[in-house]
Nanobody, 115 residues
Framework: QVQLVESGGALVQPGGSLRLSCAAS????????MNWYRQAPGNQRELVAS???????NYANSVKGRFTISRDNAKNTVYLQMNSLKPEDTAIYYC?????????WGRGTQVTVSS
């Protein structure tokens, strides 16, 4: 059974930081592209960051320079370090595991940026 379990979401003040984690089980983690998406109320789900390896990383323009994605294949975990958070970063953040033939989603973790 495949599971992606996100954690680390919280209420944080503008300018603060959070680190999200996504623990995967039931998949050959190292062969999957791992992605973080987010969805704010009334908006479509958008890709925030993706990682295939440390040499193959992409970010949405809105988070470049503030967010860092990383992965630990030994722990089957992907991370999203979020710094300098803004109110517009408020959303549910979803972990996604992707190959050409498989796609899996976690249930999401809420991030709220507010004073």
């Amino acid at each position: 059974q495949v599971q992606l379990v996100e954690s680390g979401g919280a209420l944080v003040q503008p300018g603060g930081s959070l680190r999200l984690s996504c623990a995967a089980s039931g998949i050959a983690f190292s062969i999957y592209y791992m992605n973080w998406y987010r969805q704010a109320p009334g908006n479509q789900r958008e890709l925030v960051a993706s990682i295939a390896s440390e040499h193959n990383i992409n970010y949405a323009n809105s988070v470049k320079g503030r967010f860092t994605i990383s992965r630990d294949n030994a722990k089957n975990t992907v991370y999203l370090q979020m710094n300098s958070l803004k109110p517009e970063d408020t959303a549910i953040y979803y972990c996604n595991a992707y190959t050409m033939t498989r796609r899996y989603w976690g249930r999401g973790t809420q991030v709220t940026v507010s004073s």
